[in-house]
T-cell receptor, first 112, second 112 residues
C-alpha cells in the first residue's frame, strides 16, 4: 500500500515560533508537494520539489520555506508562525510518470 | 495562476440516485483533469482522471465527462451510497509538471 505520512495530525504553536511539518513517502516518488487547505478556498500550493535539494515556489510561498535533503522526505518550515497560518496542511507525492498524487492525512495547525 | 472551480459548494442526494458534480476550469492548456474525494479527517484520494484529448472516461461507478468547448468537467456517481458522502475536488495539471490546481470543492451528502 502506498503511503504518505505526515508527522503530526494536530499541532498548536505560538505566534513567532519556528514550526516544522514533516512528510515522508515510501513510493520512491520524484515529486513532492505542500498544500494548505482552507474552507471555501480548496487546496493551494505552497511549495513543491521535483528532486532532492530542489524546490520551487507554488502559489502562496510567503512565510514558508521547505527542505528536501532526502528523496523520501519533504519538510515545510514556518519561519515565524502567525495566526493567519492556522490551517490544514497537506503533503502529497507523485511520480514523474503520471498525474496521480497521493496525499497524507493532513496536519491541522493552530497558531495562537 | 489560473484556477479550477466547482459550480456548487454543496449537493444533497438520495441514496441510490445518481450524483452529478460539476466543475468549470479556465486553463485550456491543461493536459489532465482529475477528481479527488476527501472524507472527513483524511487527505484527498484520487478517484479518476481524464486526459484533455478525451471526452469521457469510466471507472467503477464513476464517469468523468470533459467538454473542452465550454471548459466544463463533471463527475457522475452511479447509485450513490452513504460512503460517497465526502468533499469532491476537481483539479487540473499539465504533463511533466503535475502541479495540481484545485477548485474549492463540493460537499456531497447522501440521504438515507
Amino acid at each position: 500500500d502506498v503511503k504518505v505520512t505526515q508527522s503530526s495530525r494536530y499541532l498548536v504553536k505560538r505566534t513567532g515560533e519556528k514550526v516544522f511539518l514533516e512528510c515522508v513517502q515510501d513510493m520512491d516518488h520524484e515529486n513532492m508537494f505542500w498544500y494548505r487547505q482552507d474552507p471555501g478556498l480548496g487546496l493551494r500550493l505552497i511549495y513543491f520539489s521535483y528532486d532532492v535539494k530542489m524546490k520551487e515556489k507554488g502559489d502562496i510561498p510567503e512565510g514558508y520555506s521547505v527542505s528536501r535533503e532526502k528523496k523520501e522526505r519533504f519538510s515545510l518550515i514556518l519561519e515565524s508562525a502567525s495566526t493567519n497560518q492556522t490551517s490544514m496542511y497537506l503533503c502529497a507525492s507523485s511520480s514523474s510518470g503520471g498525474p496521480e498524487a497521493f496525499f497524507g492525512q493532513g496536519t491541522r495547525l493552530t497558531v495562537v | 495562476g489560473e484556477s479550477v472551480g466547482l459550480h456548487l459548494p454543496t449537493l444533497s442526494v438520495q441514496e441510490g440516485d445518481n450524483s452529478i458534480i460539476n466543475c468549470a476550469y479556465s486553463n485550456s492548456a491543461s493536459d489532465y483533469f482529475i477528481w479527488y474525494k476527501q472524507e472527513s479527517g483524511k487527505g484527498p484520494q484520487f478517484i479518476i482522471d481524464i486526459r484533455s484529448n478525451m471526452d469521457k472516461r469510466q471507472g467503477q461507478r464513476v464517469t468523468v465527462l470533459l467538454n473542452k468547448t465550454v471548459k466544463h468537467l463533471s463527475l457522475q456517481i452511479a447509485a450513490t451510497q452513504p460512503g460517497d458522502s465526502a468533499v469532491y475536488f476537481c483539479a487540473e495539471t499539465r504533463l511533466y509538471d503535475y502541479k495540481l490546481s484545485f477548485g474549492a470543492g463540493t460537499t456531497v451528502t447522501v440521504r438515507a
